[in-house]
């Protein structure tokens, strides 16, 4: 296995070399045939990557353990998922997994493209197969995946550390890839536009919605990392400033830069350089940040070994990066002169500008608190950190002011803004953001930083409200419909415009979560047995420490009882879990008491079995929730910008007003009812029969079954699932139970209170209420807005194909539609 | 013209004076240097009361926790655990949660500072990982 694995790297390598080769031949003959065989070889790199991605899974799923790369980060008693997980769980394999997205990405690209952007092309597929051998350069010499042993092959592998078989985990590293990946394309787009001199808006419309998908992965990918860090690192929060994590940071901000200034070149042909520059960057800091984090020249804690021949290799190819990419800029400098100038410095260029830079120079910043140790080390020989709180100082200000554009931006008209419309416009932001000053205030909120925070999300939010309240009312003044129809109609027209309003929506939610840090709260407490300690308004009591065991892994778990005034609201059971084989591992297993105002946190630090004692870290994060929501309703946002051009906006002109209010008021409704919490709907099914019979018949009973050990003594404390003897009349009774609460539509919560209060105490709890449920109520958000998105792509697509057909002539219409709006929305302007 | 060049040179001479300025006095309060302990004890006195980033390998069996507190002893050495040399051995002290990968041989960075009885790390001040698989696996993350 091992064998076929590495020749197919091999030969993936030839291939791509073949494509790269006589991409750049066939295009600077004019020859038709050579071009179509690059593109060829091109689409066969991705077959030949897909075959030995086969190749690496069967090897995970087989445990074929005489490949290194398997031994090393498998067992054979590892769940499936994180067998398949493990293919990019190592440096080997990851870079695999680079190649392999790249692969299918450029393909994909070079298939959509391929007419419309005949001139590129060659170039296109010669730049990303290059990029391509790179890394299979890599991998063949230096970091095959596919090695084995030559001799004693060991019987069992090494296994997943604990720590990472997670679920955010498992899907984290896939998210961050497909946004880094996914920048080589806007790159390989430029770099043609810049080798055939096609530098006119042309590329720029190719790479925009590339640059959009791959930016929404990042910043999932980023959103899955911060999520992980606070579940399950168990120190309280969710950033720590750390290379790794930076890493991820830089490309974002550069790519957001980015997908603003295009809106500039697009509208007022300025900027031209300045978008290349950018998209060169952002590709050169995802191979940069790739570099700074596996070779060694950043030591973190996550150091992750030295590697020096890694590191030369990666310091050659970002050279030849870096020279190459810019020395075509200055080379076409001439055609890429721009047409405009800046006419006034208030004007929505001039803040499009002014965010450029203040994106430009937070990734300057963070690179250079990243690779401080290292400069300093090179220049005075001492190697000197920078922790956090630079950071934080540095960039609490920057954020404000990227805060405060947000809300700018959208309020100056092009070119330039009269001071009378500039009054019109600025008003009601103004009162909201004053209005929200003040409630900070009222509420005792100090003004620098969290106070100006709270006061610029409230302007931001009056101007995304005015905007979009101003458009709706004159889409409904023209089309004579009601509000709502004019609203979807507004954003159904111009998506790019009000998906970004929505994606800045979201934002204004992170800042928000981020203001609250101003305000958290961190204590280190001992507690013997029925000692209380006290944090913010909550009191927790140590009621006991109780030791449980699942056969996979030993649960030792706190059990506190919180208090607010004197009454007891809810319990928490932070654990330490000991799994089989990583004994001397133990995971830190947080409790979280969630609520949109604040977070209560406990970490169980450690425990003394004889007298019941824990030593508990105590968190309060206010606010925290809201950046998940944040993060959910960007990706919403992203979702609605991204959907295809032409099938919205023939949808919306063809529709009867009403259906597609009525759609959307569905659609809406399915979308409450989809966010209440699942167990909300598990009730409705089950006749007599299947309820009689106790096995489970949704998921959410079955995990209720895993979750409620039964009592009866015989059975040695099986869950309800397992516990099947005849002789055990208890866990059919409990079973039963159990079916009958959840069709009374009682929530996880509800259920297990009943059981307490039923069936004694909290001895049937197999784990203190788990909290994987838990964790999918908070993940909704960003499962509601791709599903929304998604769903409302289908829609479109389903009217466009039915409008399409019969008259096949509603063009004029559309088009003549299409200018009406479009002047009203530049008047707007 | 030249009016106009004055007087964007003289926005630029003004930020990047501000900003030079603000970043040599956060510097100055905000880096810590990173050493191994060889380093630092070659010369005790001189790293007396420098915010200080430690690096170093915790010594087997050296791990005491005080009877129902937080707070900790433990020894850290210059090489890693199993080196046929441990180098320089410093006395630690510490209160508060560690992490989980903090234990015998783990390799740790200490925040905090030098005294003539031994290390002071800070709160939080705990950084360890764990020698094989976590470092493994966290190129994953890194592979961003």
Redo the contacts between chains.
């Keep these: 296995m091992g064998a076929l694995g590495s020749a197919l790297l091999l030969a993936t390598f030839v291939v791509c070399s073949y494509a790269a080769a006589i991409s750049v031949v066939g295009a600077r003959r004019h020859s038709r045939r050579l071009i179509e065989s690059g593109i060829g070889a091109f689409y066969l790199v991705s077959a030949l990557m897909i075959a030995a991605s086969a190749v690496m899974l069967n090897a995970f799923l087989t445990g074929d353990f005489t490949i290194k790369y398997v031994v ?2 498998s067992d054979s008693v590892q769940p499936l998922f994180y067998k398949i997980t493990s293919y ?4 080997d394999g ?2 695999m997994f ?1 190649v392999f997205l790249l692969s299918v990405f450029g393909s994909i690209a070079v298939y959509v493209n391929r007419e419309r952007h005949r001139e590129l092309i060659p170039y296109v597929v010669a730049t990303i197969a290059v990029v391509q051998m790179f890394f299979l350069y890599l991998m063949v010499v230096h970091k095959n995946p596919f090695t084995t042993y030559l001799a004693n092959a060991p019987g069992e592998g ?4 604990p ?2 078989q997670n679920f955010y ?1 498992a899907i ?2 896939p998210s ?2 497909t946004g ?1 990946v996914g920048m080589t394309i806007p790159f390989a787009f430029g770099i043609a536009a810049l080798i055939t001199g096609h530098l006119d808006d042309s590329w720029l419309r190719a790479v925009r919605r590339w640059t959009m998908f791959a930016w929404l992965f990042l910043s999932i ?1 980023l959103f899955l ?1 911060m999520i992980w860090a606070y579940e399950e ?3 309280g929060g969710y950033w720590a400033w750390d290379p ?1 994590e930076n ?2 940071l830089l490309p974002w901000f550069t790519a957001t830069a980015f997908l603003h200034s295009v809106m500039v070149q697009e509208r007022r042909s300025m900027l031209r350089v300045w978008n290349v520059t950018l998209v060169i960057i952002t590709f050169f800091l995802t191979i940069f ?2 570099f700074m ?2 070779s060694g020249v950043v ?1 973190s ?5 030295d590697d020096p021949i890694l590191a030369k290799l990666f310091t050659g190819f970002m050279i030849a990066i870096v020279t190459f990419s810019f020395g075509l800029v200055i080379y076409r400098l001439p055609l890429l002169k721009s047409r405009n100038e800046l006419d006034s410095w208030l004007s929505r260029e001039a803040a499009f500008l002014l965010n450029n830079w203040i994106l430009l120079f937070a990734a300057m910043f963070v690179l250079f608190g990243t690779m ?2 290292t400069l ?1 080390e090179a220049v005075t020989g ?6 956090g ?2 950071f934080n ?2 960039l609490t200000p920057v954020g404000l002011v990227m805060l405060m554009l947000t809300g700018v931006g959208p309020l100056l008209a092009w070119r330039r803004s009269t001071f009378k419309n500039l009054a019109d416009q600025f008003l009601w932001p103004v009162v909201a953001g004053l209005t929200s000053a003040t409630i900070a205030m009222l509420v005792g909120i100090p003004l620098w930083a969290s106070g100006l925070c709270f006061a610029l999300c409230g302007f931001v939010v009056g101007t995304i409200g005015q905007e979009f309240w101003r458009g709706a009312k004159i889409r409904r003044k023209n089309t004579g419909t009601d509000m709502l129809t004019a609203l979807i109609g507004l954003v159904g027209r111009n998506k790019r415009r009000y998906g970004g309003y929505i994606v800045h929506v979201g934002i204004v939610l992170i800042f928000f979560g981020f203001a609250g840090n101003a305000r958290k709260l961190d204590e ?1 407490v ?1 507690l ?1 047995v029925g000692q209380e300690a006290r944090i913010g308004k909550y009191i927790i009591r140590n009621t006991g420490v109780k030791v449980t065991d699942d056969g996979q892994k030993q649960m030792t778990t706190a059990w506190l009882e919180v208090f607010v005034d004197g009454k007891q609201i809810d319990g928490l059971y932070p654990a330490r879990w000991a799994y089989r084989h990583h004994e ?5 297993e947080v409790a979280i008491r969630r609520r949109p105002a604040e977070d209560l946190y406990a ?1 169980l ?2 425990f ?1 079995l004889a ?1 019941q ?1 824990v ?1 508990l ?1 105590l968190v309060v994060n206010p606010l925290v929730n809201w950046i998940w929501v944040g993060f959910g309703v960007m990706a919403l946002g992203t979702g609605i910008a991204l959907l295809p051009e032409r099938t919205f906006a023939f949808a919306v002109a063809r529709l009867p007003a009403e259906a597609a209010t009525t759609t959307v008021a569905l659609l809406l409704m399915l979308l409450v009812a989809g966010a209440r919490p699942a167990s909300a709907q598990q009730g409705m099914g089950g006749t007599e029969d299947t309820r009689s019979s106790f096995y489970a018949r949704t998921p959410f009973e079955k995990q209720m079954q895993h979750e409620i050990v039964c009592t009866c003594g015989a059975c040695g404390h099986q869950n309800l699932a397992e516990c099947r003897k005849d002789n055990c009349s208890r866990s059919h009774e409990m079973r039963a139970d159990l079916a009958a609460l959840i069709d009374q539509g009682k929530s996880h919560d509800e259920i297990i209170q009943a059981f307490m209060a039923k069936w004694g105490g909290e001895e049937m709890l197999g784990a203190p209420l788990d909290r994987g449920f838990n964790r999918m109520a908070w993940f909704l958000p960003y499962l509601v807005g791709l599903t929304s998105a998604i769903a409302v792509g289908f829609a479109a697509v389903k009217w466009t194909r039915k409008a399409a057909t019969p008259d096949g002539a509603p063009a004029p219409i559309d088009s003549a539609l299409d200018e009406r709006i479009d002047d009203e929305l530049r008047d707007l302007d | 013209m030249t009016h106009r060049y004055i007087k964007i040179g003289v926005t630029a001479l003004v930020l990047v004076g501000a900003f030079a300025g603000m970043l040599w006095s956060t510097l100055r309060e905000g880096t810590e240097y990173y050493k191994n302990i060889d380093e630092v004890m070659v010369n005790q006195q001189e790293w007396h009361d420098k915010q200080l980033q430690l690096h170093g390998y915790v010594v087997p069996n050296s791990i005491l926790v005080k009877q129902s507190t937080l707070e900790y002893k433990f020894k850290v050495q210059n090489n890693p655990a199993r080196a046929s040399q441990p180098g320089t051995i410093v006395d630690v002290t510490y209160k508060g949660i560690v992490p989980d990968t903090f234990k015998d041989e783990a390799e740790v960075v200490l925040k905090g500072k030098l005294t003539p009885t031994g290390f002071h790390t800070d709160p939080n001040g705990v950084m360890a990982k764990c020698p094989s698989k976590y470092e493994a696996a966290e190129k994953a993350l890194a592979g961003t």
Aim: no cysteine; aromatic share 14%; proline share 6%.
């Design positions: 090393h980060y990019w769980g190592g440096l990851s870079i680079w090494q296994g997943l550390n720590l990472l985990m984290h590293p961050l890839y880094f990918g990392g690192l168990g120190w790794v890493a991820g940040g790739t984090t596996r030591q804690v996550h150091a992750f070994g401080f140790p300093s001492e190697r000197l950190t920078v922790a709180p630079f100082k540095w280190q001992h013997t001397q591992e133990p995971t830190t970490t630090g450690g003394d007298d004692s030593t870290q």
